[in-house]
T-cell receptor, first 111, second 111 residues
Framework: GESVGLHLPTLSVQEGDNSIINCAYS??????FIWYKQESGKGPQFIID?????DKRQGQRVTVLLNKTVKHLSLQIAATQPGDSAVYFC??????????FGQGTRLTINP | EADIYQTPRYLVIGTGKKITLECSQT?????MYWYQQDPGMELHLIHY???????EKGDLSSESTVSRIRTEHFPLTLESARPSHTSQYLC??????????FGPGTRLTVL
């Protein structure tokens, strides 16, 4: 069946470094992808999204890359800060007005 | 910033009790969703609604029920809580098929 998953459950980076969080999806019909950030005790917060007709989209310190050939999605965070520590989820829209979420990657920023 | 609210934020109750988790949004969104999430794990859709008097079961089977009598309100009810219902419950809403905005969640513990 369709699934959205992440390659790594945890990721540690030094403050100020760039981080890359990866996500693999299996449904080639998915046409919309979202990254969420979830801090402890809070609900997921929207970070950035991308549609399947795009390869790259940039926000403030974040970039999402979409490779439809290998069904891979990544989130790049530039110059990481302590406040970036959280669990990051990717999600895909399969056209049925529902999102399918991946397992999440816990990002830890080391001082 | 999304205007979606959940109450209570934390709830500890005994087995067999009936509970209702509240979710309200002030954005006029037609679509609302309930997810269940164990700590640090992926979100699982348990209920959704595309409008007033419309409710559907999600991908994860749940003993809870929902109602949608008003656009802004989407409560979730457990008739008889059990320890297996212990989890975090997240409510979300959207005006489109895409970006969902989440509430802060209700952390439920059933003793």
């Amino acid at each position: 069946g369709e699934s959205v998953g992440l390659h790594l459950p945890t990721l540690s980076v030094q403050e100020g470094d760039n981080s890359i969080i990866n996500c693999a999806y299996s449904n080639s019909a998915s046409d919309y992808f979202i990254w969420y950030k979830q801090e402890s005790g809070k609900g997921p917060q929207f970070i950035i999204d991308i549609r399947s007709n795009m390869d790259k989209r940039q926000g403030q310190r974040v970039t999402v890359l979409l490779n439809k050939t290998v069904k891979h999605l990544s989130l790049q965070i530039a110059a990481t800060q302590p406040g970036d520590s959280a669990v990051y989820f990717c999600a895909e829209s399969q056209g049925a007005q529902k999102l399918v979420f991946g397992q999440g990657t816990r990002l830890t920023i080391n001082p | 910033e999304a205007d979606i609210y959940q109450t209570p934020r934390y709830l500890v109750i005994g087995t067999g009790k009936k509970i209702t988790l509240e979710c309200s949004q002030t954005m006029g969104h037609d679509k609302m969703y309930w997810y269940q999430q164990d700590p640090g794990m992926e979100l699982h859709l348990i209920h959704y609604s595309y409008g007033v008097n419309s409710t559907e079961k999600g991908d994860l089977s749940s003993e809870s029920t929902v109602s949608r009598i008003r656009t802004e309100h989407f409560p979730l009810t457990l008739e008889s809580a059990r320890p297996s219902h212990t989890s975090q419950y997240l409510c979300a809403s959207t005006s489109s098929v895409d970006t969902q905005y989440f509430g802060p969640g209700t952390r439920l513990t059933v003793l």
